[in-house]
T-cell receptor
């Protein structure tokens, strides 16, 4: 059974710092991996999606990498801002077509000004 | 981009009442919709998979008679929490899959049962 783990559970940094969020999954047979942002009591905002054949994706200050063989992904946030404060969720889509995402518990990020 | 509309965004109800949550795909046909539940500081957990025109498939531990799912059309799925109890208080969110296999999420429903 696929399990997704995110470390750390919470992170506090001063504005301007570069940071890395980690995600690991137990079954390397995935269709894709996705990083989301969730603000308190809100839905999900998709940040980056990495297909199983890709190694990384970039969007603005965000960069996500995928090492499928080792079951790991990282989300790199450059020059963090207070507006980046949120919970970041990693989710994998198992290899079968039409399946739902399996989520980690998330990393709650707080960026102080 | 594709939009999934979920209503209501917040609902407070008395114990024993039923609550219906709607999930609509506004500009695409969703052959499959997924319903998730999220307790505070926990991960989103899949409750059930809903396919248009057929019965939903529930995950282990989710009571199908308590969480009624109807996916009557390619743009609408509903989740009804029947005889709600305080332990059902949670954040419920739907996800719709379009033909190109992309997934889109609703904005979620915060249910509080008194």
């Amino acid at each position: 059974k696929q399990e997704v783990t995110q470390i750390p559970a919470a992170l506090s940094v001063p504005e301007g710092e570069n940071l890395v969020l980690n995600c690991s999954f137990t079954d390397s047979a995935i269709y894709n991996l996705q990083w989301f942002r969730q603000d308190p009591g809100k839905g999900l905002t998709s940040l980056l999606l990495i297909q199983s054949s890709q190694r990384e994706q970039t969007s603005g200050r965000l960069n996500a990498s995928l090492d499928k063989s080792s079951g790991r992904s990282t989300l790199y946030i450059a020059a963090s801002q207070p507006g980046d404060s949120a919970t970041y969720l990693c989710a994998v889509r198992p290899g079968q077509a039409g399946t739902a995402l399996i989520f980690g518990k998330g990393t709650t990020l707080s960026v102080s000004s | 981009g594709a939009v999934v509309s979920q209503h209501p965004s917040r609902v407070i109800c008395k114990s024993g009442t039923s609550v219906k949550i709607e999930c609509r795909s506004l500009d695409f046909q969703a052959t499959t919709m997924f319903w998730y539940r999220q307790f505070p500081k926990q991960s989103l957990m899949l409750m059930a998979t809903s396919n248009e025109g057929s019965k939903a498939t529930y995950e282990q531990g989710v009571e199908k008679d308590k969480f009624l799912i109807n996916h009557a059309s390619l743009t609408l799925s509903t989740l009804t929490v029947t005889s709600a109890h305080p332990e059902d208080s949670s954040f419920y969110i739907c996800s719709a899959r379009e033909l190109a296999e992309k997934l889109f999420f609703g904005s979620g429903t915060q249910l509080s049962v008194l």
